[in-house]
């Protein structure tokens, strides 16, 4: 049962503000850059005004694709108009009528409930140069480099229900650098239903199909509002926890992410009247630019006040559809392994409810690991599986599971009250204690015990090709350092934050978090940001897997096994690094 202050703190949740901006929100299309965007920061703004909470309202430039009209039709056999929609940062054909035949490449649907994954397009399935492919699933980013390849003139993507998702196809993360900005996508891309896709499928099963189609974007540089409010603690006022979460959507987005920015506005407003219990600050950052810019608000952020973040933050907490009918899940939650324990206790505590954490996906304005923040949540709680197959529903990026995510039908209804305020109380829960906290709440005997099973699991799929040997023995031995560490610490969970000896035993964690992170997550150096495709565990060694498919002796498999041997040498020096940190 909780008790003291963080009792008095989830007792102060009330849903009075979180319904009032989701009423307001309702009548707003908070698309990033528009009038409707600005209009909602103005409200969020004047509660924070009312409340005299402290914050800034930054105006970036960001670099944004924002999608409008696209027209898609059939020519052969016959005349019919299709509806389509194309995702962010298509190829923008304008008002020029492009066409072709239409090639149907079967990849399916990925269903999480029965393990089955989306296929990769074979390259062995024909010519495709000069056609206009048709397939199932998302135009997901390592997709349309895929079909980059192939010589297409464009991609139609079919949509697994009855809707058509907004979607975002470019692979860079937040605005491009010299080394990105090339790697936009080079197809038009257009995205229909299922029942129109199946059509089309069945009209090719028949014979020769052929389309034209028109896509249309507003594509350039942003001004856009980023509201970044900090509540300062009492002891250690310079170190601080960032929550964070985007304010605009597709269409009213009210579960996804009107109730994320409610449940922010009302955790600061009750932290902030109880700022006297919090030893350390909590920053709130709500961001444009998710949806049509790849994260860029989070990543202006992100390089902004990257040195700040690397010296002063502590984790990095997201807030991304709370809130909606029917998720009384917490078994597909997203943190990193040194916060394991410490989430499904936070979440136990708060509500008496069990939860699993996964891998954290490339995803959700987490902008920040190459900075090296330790991080925990991304999605909220979910529609449990067993309901999910029930409804027939299919995987999506958010709303708490349900289907109407990034649609034109996430309005009032998506929201559950209860569900909401449960979310908040994991939220606050979670973060009072990690402000709270004399050390810093992270294992990362955890994180090490992660990479040993991940460096084995290399070193199985290696076989006798390559060894890491090396590699599996310093991280055995940055274990032991860590245990020792952690035992000699325990003697001052009792002081206070400001001891010497505590301040010092913070900073190595974090700079645990600022070694182990990165090497874990990113490929790219420090203060850049990877590509928005998912990155393996310890990505320096990840071709290992790749290997056995390869001729013994070939360029290529040379070429592999240079590649192993320099990012074994990476992570074998930044295992060693972190060894030295925690050593006496």
Same mark, same amino acid.
Not at 9 to 28: H, N, Q, V, Y
């Given at each position: 049962?909780?008790?003291?202050?963080?009792?008095?703190?989830?007792?102060?949740?009330?849903?009075?503000?979180?319904?009032? $901006?989701?009423?307001?929100?309702?009548?707003?299309?908070?698309?990033?850059?528009?009038?409707?965007?600005?209009?909602?920061?103005?409200?969020?703004?004047?509660?924070?005004?009312?409340?005299?909470?402290?914050?800034? @309202?930054?105006?970036?430039?960001?670099?944004?694709?924002?999608?409008?009209?696209?027209?898609?039709?059939?020519?052969?056999?016959?005349?019919?108009?299709?509806?389509? &929609?194309?995702?962010?940062?298509?190829?923008?054909?304008?008002?020029?009528?492009?066409?072709?035949? @239409?090639?149907?490449?079967?990849t399916?649907?990925k269903?999480?409930?029965?393990?089955?994954?989306?296929?990769?397009?074979?390259?062995?399935?024909?010519?495709?140069?000069?056609?206009?492919?048709?397939?199932?699933?998302?135009?997901?980013?390592?997709?349309?480099?895929?079909?980059?390849?192939?010589?297409?003139?464009?991609?139609?993507?079919i949509?697994?229900?009855k809707?058509?998702?907004?979607?975002?196809?470019?692979?860079?993360?937040?605005?491009?650098?010299?080394?990105?900005?090339?790697?936009?996508?080079?197809?038009?891309?257009?995205?229909?239903?299922?029942?129109?896709?199946?059509?089309? $499928?069945?009209?090719?099963?028949?014979?020769?199909?052929?389309?034209?189609?028109?896509?249309?974007?507003?594509?350039?540089?942003?001004?856009?509002?980023?509201?970044?409010?900090?509540?300062?603690?009492?002891?250690?006022?310079? &170190?601080? !926890?960032?929550?964070?979460?985007?304010?605009?959507?597709w269409?009213?987005?009210?579960?996804?992410?009107?109730?994320?920015?409610?449940?922010?506005?009302?955790?600061?407003?009750?932290?902030?009247?109880?700022?006297?219990?919090?030893?350390?600050?909590?920053?709130?950052?709500?961001?444009?630019?998710?949806?049509?810019?790849?994260?860029?608000?989070?990543?202006?952020?992100?390089?902004?006040?990257?040195?700040?973040?690397?010296?002063?933050?502590?984790?990095?907490?997201?807030?991304?559809?709370?809130?909606?009918?029917?998720?009384?899940?917490?078994?597909?939650?997203?943190?990193?392994?040194? #916060?394991?324990?410490?989430?499904?206790?936070?979440? &136990?505590?708060? $509500?008496?409810?069990?939860?699993?954490?996964q891998?954290?996906?490339?995803?959700?304005?987490?902008?920040?690991?190459?900075?090296?923040?330790?991080?925990?949540?991304?999605?909220?709680?979910?529609?449990?599986d067993? @309901?999910?197959?029930?409804?027939?529903?299919?995987?999506?990026?958010?709303?708490?599971?349900?289907?109407?995510?990034?649609?034109?039908?996430?309005?009032?209804?998506?929201?559950?009250?209860?569900?909401?305020?449960?979310? !908040?109380?994991?939220?606050?829960?979670?973060?009072?204690?990690?402000?709270?906290?004399?050390?810093?709440?992270?294992?990362?005997?955890?994180?090490?015990?992660?990479?040993?099973?991940?460096?084995?699991?290399?070193?199985?799929?290696?076989?006798?090709?390559?060894?890491?040997?090396?590699?599996?023995?310093?991280?055995?031995?940055?274990?032991?350092?860590? !245990?020792?560490?952690?035992?000699?610490?325990?003697?001052?969970?009792?002081?206070?934050?400001?001891?010497?000896? #505590?301040?010092?035993?913070?900073?190595?964690?974090?700079?645990?978090?600022?070694?182990? #992170?990165?090497?874990?997550?990113?490929l790219?150096?420090?203060?850049?940001?990877?590509?928005a495709?998912?990155?393996?565990?310890?990505?320096?060694?990840?071709?290992?897997?790749?290997l056995?498919?390869?001729?013994?002796?070939?360029?290529?498999?040379?070429?592999?096994?240079?590649h192993?041997?320099?990012?074994?040498?990476?992570? @074998?020096?930044?295992?060693?690094?972190?060894?030295?940190?925690v050593?006496?």
């Amino acid at each position: 049962m909780l008790v003291g202050a963080m009792k008095r703190l989830l007792d102060e949740i009330s849903m009075e503000t979180p319904k009032a $901006i989701l009423e307001r929100f309702g009548s707003l299309v908070r698309e990033s850059g528009s009038e409707d965007e600005r209009i909602a920061a103005q409200f969020l703004s004047s509660l924070l005004d009312q409340w005299g909470v402290p914050y800034q @309202v930054h105006r970036p430039n960001l670099f944004l694709s924002v999608p409008r009209a696209a027209k898609l039709k059939l020519v052969v056999p016959e005349e019919k108009e299709i509806r389509a &929609k194309n995702p962010a940062f298509s190829v923008i054909t304008g008002d020029e009528w492009r066409g072709g035949e @239409v090639v149907y490449v079967p990849t399916g649907f990925k269903k999480k409930w029965d393990n089955q994954k989306d296929t990769s397009f074979d390259p062995a399935s024909g010519s495709l140069n000069g056609k206009i492919v048709l397939t199932e699933g998302f135009p997901r980013p390592a997709r349309i480099r895929e079909l980059n390849e192939q010589g297409i003139i464009g991609a139609i993507f079919i949509h697994p229900g009855k809707n058509i998702h907004e979607s975002i196809c470019t692979p860079i993360w937040g605005a491009p650098d010299l080394d990105t900005h090339e790697n936009v996508p080079k197809l038009p891309v257009l995205m229909i239903n299922r029942p129109d896709g199946q059509g089309l $499928i069945e009209r090719i099963a028949q014979g020769k199909v052929e389309v034209q189609f028109q896509t249309h974007l507003d594509q350039g540089w942003f001004p856009c509002p980023l509201l970044d409010i900090f509540i300062e603690g009492t002891e250690e006022p310079d &170190k601080y !926890v960032l929550l964070h979460g985007h304010m605009d959507s597709w269409h009213q987005g009210l579960g996804d992410n009107a109730t994320g920015n409610a449940a922010m506005i009302e955790m600061a407003r009750v932290f902030y009247q109880n700022r006297h219990l919090l030893k350390r600050s909590l920053r709130i950052a709500i961001w444009p630019g998710h949806s049509t810019g790849r994260y860029a608000g989070s990543t202006w952020f992100a390089d902004t006040f990257g040195l700040d973040l690397d010296e002063n933050c502590i984790a990095q907490v997201n807030c991304d559809s709370p809130g909606c009918r029917w998720a009384t899940s917490y078994h597909e939650m997203s943190w990193m392994s040194e #916060v394991d324990s410490f989430c499904k206790t936070s979440i &136990k505590e708060a $509500i008496g409810e069990e939860s699993i954490g996964q891998r954290p996906p490339r995803a959700g304005d987490y902008s920040f690991q190459n900075i090296g923040l330790t991080a925990f949540y991304m999605l909220s709680s979910s529609i449990p599986d067993e @309901v999910l197959q029930q409804k027939g529903y299919y995987p999506v990026g958010g709303c708490g599971s349900n289907i109407e995510w990034h649609t034109e039908e996430d309005l009032i209804h998506i929201i559950d009250y209860e569900i909401l305020q449960r979310d !908040v109380q994991v939220y606050m829960a979670s973060l009072y204690r990690i402000v709270n906290a004399t050390l810093h709440p992270f294992q990362f005997v955890n994180t090490v015990d992660e990479f040993i099973r991940t460096i084995q699991s290399y070193q199985d799929a290696a076989g006798e090709h390559f060894s890491f040997e090396l590699a599996l023995g310093e991280a055995r031995e940055l274990r032991a350092a860590l !245990v020792d560490f952690y035992n000699q610490s325990e003697k001052l969970q009792q002081r206070d934050i400001n001891d010497p000896e #505590v301040k010092h035993a913070n900073q190595i964690l974090r700079g645990l978090s600022r070694t182990l #992170v990165p090497i874990n997550f990113t490929l790219r150096g420090k203060f850049w940001h990877d590509p928005a495709i998912d990155i393996p565990p310890l990505p320096d060694i990840a071709p290992a897997t790749t290997l056995p498919k390869l001729e013994v002796g070939s360029h290529l498999y040379r070429v592999t096994l240079t590649h192993l041997m320099r990012g074994q040498n990476r992570l @074998v020096w930044t295992l060693h690094q972190a060894k030295r940190s925690v050593l006496p």
